[in-house]
């Protein structure tokens, strides 16, 4: 193998790699949020998983994150709870930050 195929296939398993640790940190942030956000709507227990699987449906209606938000924000306004669109954003990306941090441990 050439060194110009060994680079580019290194290249190759970087985006993969990258590409895979995204996926999984957006999981983990969603499962998060949701649980987050399930806490002040009052669900616990089944209500709360199936909460968090909705959460995690939303994200593969399109490309980046304003489908979750609209979603977490669409349904804690419908159960009457005032939270700011800052306050959602930052849990979002404190949740995500927490994932990529734990993602990178070791071992992880």
Do not use: C, H
């Amino acid at each position: 193998m050439t060194t110009f195929n060994e680079r580019e296939k290194a290249f190759e398993n970087k985006f993969a790699r990258d590409g895979e640790l995204k996926f999984k940190a957006e999981s983990r942030r969603n499962k998060a949020l949701a649980e987050w956000a399930g806490g002040l709507m009052g669900y616990t227990g089944t209500a709360l998983d199936d909460y968090i699987k909705e959460v995690r449906k939303a994200d593969l209606a399109e490309a980046g994150d304003d489908d979750v938000f609209r979603k977490v924000k669409g349904d804690i306004a419908a159960k009457g709870l005032q939270v700011t669109d800052d306050d959602i954003r930052k849990v979002m990306y404190e949740a995500l930050a927490k994932a990529v941090s734990d993602l990178e441990k070791p071992g992880a």
